[in-house]
């Protein structure tokens, strides 16, 4: 099997888009980490990708709409840092990427800059969903329309999309009752904040958090599940009113945003130490509070790739017809905890 770009950069330590500069002596980089790239893809045998001429040759025109929703959270700065470099190197291609993104979750704008790249020419369209009924019909409107679409990071499993790339939430919901199980005490009480109503991604971590709990701890109560709509402030007023009148609380699952007002609402009431808390993404801003103690885990699901991955994929969707290998491509889940930061 062929080398990959990624693969060379996740030997080198650095991003794709480093390591594409290096081999191809473009742009600004330190001598000494163009050489250790070099040597890298020399050692694995590393072979120029042919598919700009192939696209050349082809006289076909590639252009590729991607829509990300929530683009404000921290978590989605790391999904765009993977798109912009994926968008980097196929625009290098002799192909075209039209990026659009929303603050919130908002299907209405979402259909909207669905149909702006189709009227713009693009061919192929990767986005944040949600679950939402006029966002599910255009998906499919699009499939019968031979424009390919793939989701990340949120799914719409029951639309005609090409593919998903991102975490499977549930088994990251599973995964974080499991650790939760293990550090509660006796009948403790257990808080859910998740994001927003209509993200499959949320909503699927809350079920298989709450299903395997209560299977393996059914000692464990489980408060009525919050929402935070992915906003710290949010989040902050509603732990603070919940360990108001659940002085008793133990445990906060976060299957979103938030992080930060968790935090800060624990440690105001002087429960930082007593509540244990698990969330989700590798953020900056998340690392802190795991390594300051007032996280116990936090679940990570390489928001870079769930970015690359898509626009590499429809590119060569519209350049060859090669379809991805699976339905679902799932990004690895990586427990973090203030020890192996």
Do not use: W
Not at 250 to 278: N, P
Not at 301 to 313: A, D, F, H, M
């Amino acid at each position: 099997m062929a080398v990959t770009l990624q693969q060379i950069a996740q030997a080198a330590g650095v991003s794709r888009g480093t390591v594409d500069r290096a081999l191809n002596h473009r742009g600004r980089i330190d001598p000494q980490v163009a050489e250790k790239i070099k040597q890298i893809a020399k050692e694995a045998g590393y072979q120029p990708n042919r598919a700009g001429r192939a696209l050349a040759m082809s006289k076909k025109s590639v252009k590729i709409g991607v829509l990300v929703q929530a683009a404000g959270t921290p978590f989605m700065k790391e999904v765009m840092k993977g798109i912009l470099d994926a968008k980097e190197e196929v625009e290098r291609l002799g192909a075209e990427v039209l990026l659009y993104t929303i603050d919130e979750l908002d299907a209405v704008k979402a259909v909207e800059a669905l149909q702006e790249m189709k009227t713009a020419g693009c061919g192929a369209v990767a986005l944040v969903p949600m679950d939402d009924r006029r966002l599910r019909e255009t998906i499919n409107a699009f499939s019968e329309e031979q424009i390919p679409v793939i989701t990340f990071n949120s799914d719409v499993a029951d639309s005609k999309r090409l593919c998903f790339v991102g975490q499977n939430t549930f088994q990251s919901g599973r995964v974080a009752a499991g650790l939760m199980a293990e550090i509660l005490p006796a009948c403790a009480k257990v808080l859910i904040i998740s994001g927003h109503p209509s993200s499959d991604g949320h909503k699927n971590r809350t079920r298989g958090f709450t299903k395997e709990l209560k299977q393996i701890r059914p000692d464990v109560r489980m408060l009525d599940i919050q929402y935070a709509f992915d906003d710290d402030g949010m989040a902050e007023l509603i732990t603070g009113g919940m360990i108001k009148e659940y002085p008793d609380l133990e445990g906060i699952y976060l299957a979103a945003s938030g992080v930060q007002g968790v935090c800060r609402a624990l440690c105001k009431a002087g429960f930082a130490d007593r509540v244990r808390v698990i969330s989700n993404d590798l953020t900056k801003q998340n690392l802190q509070c795991l390594a300051e103690g007032n996280i116990r885990f936090l679940i990570g699901q390489n928001g870079y790739r769930q970015g690359y991955e898509p626009v590499s994929l429809l590119f060569h969707k519209l350049l060859d017809g090669k379809n991805p290998r699976e339905e679902f491509l799932y990004t690895e889940l990586v427990i973090k905890t203030k020890y192996n930061i």
